[in-house]
């Protein structure tokens, strides 16, 4: 059984850093598709950062390109979402999603307030 753990949300100003973690654990991961989605109050999930868990190049939403990075440690596998010149509009709650044999796995989310 594919899990998926996040961790490394919390409150942090207007311009301010966070770096949220995905544990992954259940499977011997190859090459599988992983992405981050957020979803704020009243919003629908939308897709923040994709691509594949062992590197390759990686897509970004707009709305982030130049300030979120996506980062691995594919010793455990672990994977990351570096945040930077966070905004208000960024707030959300945070997931982690892999892809294993055609089947969705999500990680329980991690918060992000970003706020003054």
């Known amino acids: 059984q594919v899990q998926l753990v996040e961790s490394g949300g919390g409150l942090v100003q207007p311009g301010g850093s966070l770096r949220l973690s995905c544990a992954a654990s259940?499977?011997?991961?190859?090459?599988?598709?992983m992405a981050w989605y957020r979803q704020a109050p009243g919003k629908e999930r939308e897709m923040v950062a994709a691509g594949r868990w062992f590197g390759g190049s990686d897509y970004y939403v707009d709305s982030v390109k130049g300030r979120f990075t996506v980062l691995r440690d594919t010793n455990h596998p672990i994977l990351y979402l570096q945040m930077d010149n966070l905004k208000p509009e960024d707030a959300a709650l945070y997931y982690c999603?892999?892809?294993?044999?055609?089947?969705?796995?999500w990680g329980q989310g991690t918060q992000v307030t970003v706020s003054s």
């Open positions: 999603n892999t892809v294993v044999q055609d089947t969705d796995y």
């Open positions: 259940g499977v011997t991961f190859k090459n599988h598709d």
